[in-house]
């Protein structure tokens, strides 16, 4: 059974940091392709990052050159680096793992106050 738990979320001014992190209870974490989700009131969960088995990354234009995802297989972790947070990073981060399917964690608030 797979489980994936968010944690770190928060309350930070704009311009801030902070750094979530995705524990994954999965037998061959490192075959995963991992990412973060997010969705903020009245909108859709938007996807946020994604790291591959092999660390190959890809992030929403919204947020290059701001976050960082990263894993640590060692770990079971994943990992998602937010600075010069904005207002509009507001929303609750969603923790995803995919191989032959998709498994979702249940979410970690972050708030930026403006």
């Known amino acids: 059974q797979v489980q994936l738990v968010e944690s770190g979320g928060g309350l930070v001014q704009a311009g801030g940091s902070l750094r979530l992190s995705c524990a994954a209870s999965i037998s061959g974490f490192n075959l995963y392709t991992m990412g973060w989700h997010r969705q903020a009131p009245g909108n859709q969960r938007e996807w946020v990052a994604t790291i591959t088995s092999s660390g190959n990354t890809n992030y929403v234009d919204s947020v290059k050159g701001r976050f960082t995802i990263s894993r640590d297989n060692a770990k079971n972790t994943v990992y998602l680096q937010m600075n010069s947070l904005k207002p509009e990073d507001t929303a609750v981060y969603y923790c995803?793992?995919?191989?032959?399917?998709?498994?979702w964690g249940q979410g970690t608030q972050v708030t930026i106050s403006s």
């Open positions: 995803s793992a995919h191989r032959y399917d998709d498994h």
